[in-house]
């Protein structure tokens, strides 16, 4: 009798809140599964236009970073969860964005960063060739090769990037409104995100995403099975670089002013710790590190005003520690990172009180 | 162009060019008996080079080459802890993963290393010793012959130990295949923890070598990553090729030092990653590397 009624709740709970077993590719592609996913999923959507009549400036420009790291660990997202390909070089990627947007900013900035998205993506594909005959290993040294040679360009090509002293930016406007804080970005920022994140999740779980669920799991067996391996790990590529051009072109908009430095390795690295983070695959996973990582400096800078100014040198050492202690901690302990960790705590709800 | 100079340029680069093949040996050994590329061998030159500066400057004081002597050992220490620590937890899982830990060594050793040290450029107490040479034109100084002797010289030997010693056969045996490596009753474990090891203090050598004119600093760390183009260029498992390669790139960077930084400033720091670019796009396995690549 109670353990009829354990099934009969266990049922019931999971039908509501999380349905694990999917009949068709119909309910797979879906954006959520079940009726109460799909309320949270609207109420989400209002809060998130809603955000800045809520929240006070400061924390209102974490939220924007917070966004535009999102689109960018999104993009590696792609590549490295779902193709199973390696990128040293995302942050090349944004820079190329986000040079592309500095010369078509103030009223044009929307065209801007759309082309940014463009040209990274195409640049995307031609970085990706070397993956066709070379994986791992290989292709991670072959990234972190584009990665100095972009820096190289970023520095010396002055006519373009404005050498080491960077590029500054007008204010975006966007239909005549203008955008000169983070409150008002936060619409242009959520103009490319929503899409974005609507088409990353119908792309994970539609054919292209099988198609590079397949690559990585196996390369060989999936060409053997009628993959067009060159075309998934091109596209792979392409729309990550795409990704990451976007939010390089936001960043711009958000800085306001760009140097050579916000797109060095270490920035490579830090979108890499989100995706590890995050969890492999899912565009939930991308939001969860995105937010991690881009917390930890906040987080750090008020422990470092707790203790007292004395702390503040070794700040940037202290973040470094904490994003490599934290990659490694995941890959170690928990490699399907804060998804990985959400999923067992729901996996643990759904079958209490009786778990066996 | 002044060809005159073409034979010193020869000379710094060949210097220059030891100290990499240095250390990309101890890099392929790491690779070919664990198949893990260390994106952290920046880091174990920084480390190495701020290791001897420990000992260099108070309380210990000790003259260069000593505090070198006395701090490889410690150098072979930490790279055997980072083994145990990071990469043998993780045996057995895809590459990708490997390889992302060696990136989170990366930050954190950054991190460690700047809270203990301190971010600013140290200097050397004292210089190398030795007398600059001079023949004609060309002028010998001390720290290339350190360079050359003690680069070319590790390395000759360390090729010597691979080849004839008891630990050297038994460290090729678990490159070779583990698995049999481990059923003729060869401590594997052991010999991988060595090889990271080795790996370290070959890495603090040739770290502390080459930082040894501006002192040590975080730009030792660049300096580590030119590890990649010299492996990709020899073969990333050929220990000959680390050899030549390393000789190589380094005159190659100084030709480039010497002939076109004129005319184009930061060139040098480019060119050997756009090398690295067009050996995998033309001969992925390196000069001297086996064919092994899987091409699918």
């Known amino acids: ?356 | 162009m002044d060809l005159s100079l073409l034979p010193q340029f020869l000379i710094t680069g060949l210097s220059t060019g030891a100290l990499y093949a240095l250390i990309t040996l101890g890099f392929v050994l790491v690779y070919r008996a664990t198949s893990v590329v260390n994106f952290a061998i920046g880091e174990f030159l920084l480390v190495g080079a701020y290791l001897v500066y420990t000992f260099n400057v108070a309380p210990f004081n000790l003259p260069l080459p000593l505090a070198m002597l006395v701090a490889l050992p410690v150098a072979f220490l930490f790279g055997w802890l980072i083994e145990r620590g990071f990469v043998r937890p993780l045996l057995g899982r895809n590459v990708v993963a490997v390889i992302m830990a060696t990136i989170g060594l990366v930050a954190t050793l950054d991190g460690v290393a700047q809270l203990v040290w301190g971010a600013d450029q140290k200097a050397y107490n004292g210089e190398l010793p030795g007398q600059p040479i001079v023949l004609g034109s060309l002028v010998l100084t001390a720290r290339s012959m350190w360079g050359i002797v003690v680069g070319i010289g590790v390395a000759l030997l360390l090729i010597a130990l691979l080849r004839y010693s008891r630990y050297g056969v038994m460290i090729r045996a678990v490159s070779e295949s583990e698995t049999a490596a481990l059923a003729l009753g060869i401590n594997a474990p052991r010999m991988v923890g060595i090889v990271w090891g080795l790996s370290a203090a070959l890495a603090a050598l040739g770290g502390v070598l080459l930082a040894s004119a501006s002192g040590p600093g975080f730009h030792v760390i660049a300096l580590g990553l030119m590890v990649f183009p010299v492996a990709i260029l020899g073969g990333m498992d050929s220990v000959p090729g680390a050899v030549i390669a390393g000789l190589a790139l380094g005159v190659v960077q100084a030709l480039s030092t010497g002939y076109l930084e004129g005319s184009l400033p930061g060139i040098t720091e480019a060119i050997p990653f756009v090398i690295v670019l067009l050996v995998l796009l033309l001969r992925p396995y390196g000069l001297f590397g086996q064919s092994r690549i899987e091409r699918v």
């Open chain 1, 1 to 356: 009798m109670l353990f009829r009624l354990s099934q009969t709740l266990t049922d019931r709970y999971s039908r509501t809140f999380a349905r694990t077993v999917r009949a068709t590719y119909r309910q797979d592609e879906a954006y959520a599964s079940t009726p109460l996913g799909r309320l949270w999923l609207w109420t989400a959507l209002v809060l998130l236009v809603m955000l800045p009549l809520l929240l006070p400036p400061y924390p209102m420009y974490v939220v924007v970073l917070i966004a535009i790291a999102s689109i960018g660990a999104l993009g590696l997202h792609l590549l490295v969860g779902g193709a199973g390909q390696i990128s040293l070089g995302h942050a090349a990627f944004l820079g190329i964005g986000a040079y592309t947007a500095s010369h078509l900013a103030g009223p044009l900035a929307a065209v801007g960063i759309l082309l940014g998205g463009v040209l990274a993506g195409l640049i995307g594909i031609v970085l990706g060739l070397p993956s066709l005959r070379i994986k791992g290993t290989y292709l991670a040294i072959a990234t972190l090769a584009l990665q100095f040679l972009a820096d190289y360009v970023f520095k010396r090509w002055e006519a373009v990037t404005g050498g080491i002293r960077g590029r500054t930016l007008p204010p975006a406007e966007f239909l005549g409104i203008s955008m000169p804080n983070a409150d008002a970005l936060w619409y242009l920022v959520l103009l490319f995100a929503i899409p974005l994140f609507f088409y990353a999740k119908r792309l994970l779980s539609s054919r292209a995403g099988r198609l590079w669920y397949a690559v990585r799991d196996n390369d060989l067996s999936a060409r053997l099975s009628g993959v067009d391996l060159t075309r998934a790990k091109l596209t792979a590529f392409a729309i990550s670089a795409f990704y990451a051009g976007i939010a390089g072109g936001l960043l711009a908009n958000l800085y306001k002013s760009i140097t050579p430095d916000n797109f060095v390795l270490t920035f490579s690295i830090q979108y890499l710790a989100m995706v590890i983070v995050g969890g492999a695959g899912t565009v939930l996973g991308a939001v969860l590190g995105a937010t991690f990582i881009v917390l930890i400096p906040e987080v750090l800078n008020a422990i470092v005003g707790a203790f007292g100014p004395q702390f503040a040198p070794s700040f940037a050492a202290w973040r470094n520690v904490v994003f490599g202690a934290l990659i490694l901690l995941f890959l170690i302990l928990e490699p399907l990172g804060l998804v990985g960790l959400w999923g067992r705590i729901r996996d643990y709800f759904r079958t209490w009180p009786l778990p066996y």
